[in-house]
Each structure stands twice: as structure tokens, then as C-alpha cells.
């Protein structure tokens, strides 16, 4: 048994590293124009411990979801709202277009590319323990990973001309 002492003493540092529990990679979402109610929002989650992704907040959004898509008995992609999206220890969980992913509904504003929007993420870890980390997401129209310029390699190749070359 440890004494409470010893509790109240690393607590803080408990806390600190509970916080950065999950690796949140490549957060994005998709730009919107002027009136747009909705978008989808993704990144490629990695949990240090099992913890399961239970809601998201956004300060641009009325209603924020956790979404799935599937195809439906008819071969429809349908997208739903899920409850939770598990996140085992050390896999990586990648939400993309076509598959798990953040939804933004009744947005109050217009998302223009290039700027970013902070996204509370709210986890539950494998005790039932809630906390929550807030991420900023690049407003891009596809994954800023793919956006980078690349006919090969993306992460070896220096930028030769191709970068450089505006209009
Ligand atoms: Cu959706």
C-alpha cells in the first residue's frame, strides 16, 4: 500500500503524463466554404496504453461526433455515429477519408485552408479514467502528408526544382 502521501506527491506528474498518453499525428480537416454545415475531421491516433477515443469538442462546431463508414447491406457507404473508437496500446489507429473519422456539424464559421482549429479529443483509458488532450487541426483539403510534393519517396527526397518551382 502506498501512503497518501506519496500519492499526493505524484499526482501532478500523473497527470502531465496521462496527458500525453495518445500520439495524435497528422490531425486535418477538410476546409469548408461560407453556409457548409459539416466536415470530417482525421489523424492517425497511437495510444501508449489500451484507451478508447470517446467524443471530441470543437469550438467552431454545434455538434461534434466520432463517425464510422460503412457499406450497408445495399453496397451504400453510409457514415454513422460510434460511440467510441478503441485505441490498443501501441497500434496506430488511422482515421481517413472513407473510414473512421471526426465529423464537425452545425459549423458557426467557414474553415478557409491553411489556417487551424483547435479540437479537444476526449479519451477514456482502460480504467475508466476520462482526460482529454487538445489538438490543433490544419484546415487542409487533403492530408497535409499527401499534399506534399512527391512523384516518389516523400520523405527522402529533397525538394530538387519541383518545390521551388512556383508560377
Ligand atoms: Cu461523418
Same mark, same amino acid.
Given at each position: 500500500?502506498?501512503?497518501?502521501?506519496?500519492?499526493?506527491?505524484l499526482l501532478g506528474t500523473f497527470a502531465l503524463a496521462q496527458a500525453q498518453t495518445v500520439t495524435v499525428q497528422n490531425p486535418w480537416v477538410r476546409p469548408t466554404v461560407p453556409g457548409q454545415k459539416g466536415t470530417g475531421g482525421?489523424?492517425?491516433?497511437?495510444?501508449?496504453?489500451?484507451?478508447?477515443?470517446?467524443?471530441?469538442?470543437?469550438?467552431? %462546431?454545434g455538434v461534434s461526433e466520432v463517425?464510422?463508414?460503412?457499406?450497408?447491406? @445495399? =453496397?451504400?457507404?453510409?457514415? *454513422? &455515429?460510434?460511440?467510441?473508437?478503441?485505441?490498443?496500446?501501441?497500434?496506430?489507429?488511422?482515421?481517413?477519408?472513407?473510414?473512421?473519422h471526426l465529423m464537425l456539424?452545425?459549423?458557426?464559421t467557414?474553415?478557409?485552408?491553411?489556417t487551424t482549429i483547435p479540437v479537444v479529443m476526449q479519451f477514456k483509458a482502460k480504467d475508466g479514467k476520462a482526460f482529454e488532450q487538445t489538438v490543433s487541426? %490544419?484546415?487542409s483539403p487533403r492530408s497535409p502528408l499527401?499534399?506534399?510534393?512527391? @512523384? =516518389?519517396?516523400?520523405?527522402? *527526397? &529533397?525538394p530538387t526544382g519541383a518545390g521551388a518551382h512556383k508560377h
Open positions: 500500500m502506498k501512503t497518501k502521501l506519496a500519492g499526493i506527491a482525421f489523424a492517425t491516433l497511437t495510444s501508449k496504453d489500451d484507451a478508447q477515443l470517446v467524443g471530441i469538442r470543437a469550438a467552431v %462546431a463517425h464510422e463508414m460503412k457499406v450497408d447491406a @445495399s =453496397g451504400t457507404m453510409r457514415m *454513422s &455515429a460510434i460511440p467510441a473508437i478503441d485505441l490498443p496500446a501501441g497500434k496506430a489507429v488511422e482515421l481517413k477519408p472513407g473510414g473512421l456539424l452545425d459549423l458557426k467557414a474553415l478557409p485552408k491553411d487541426f %490544419a484546415v499527401q499534399a506534399a510534393p512527391s @512523384s =516518389g519517396a516523400a520523405s527522402a *527526397s &529533397a
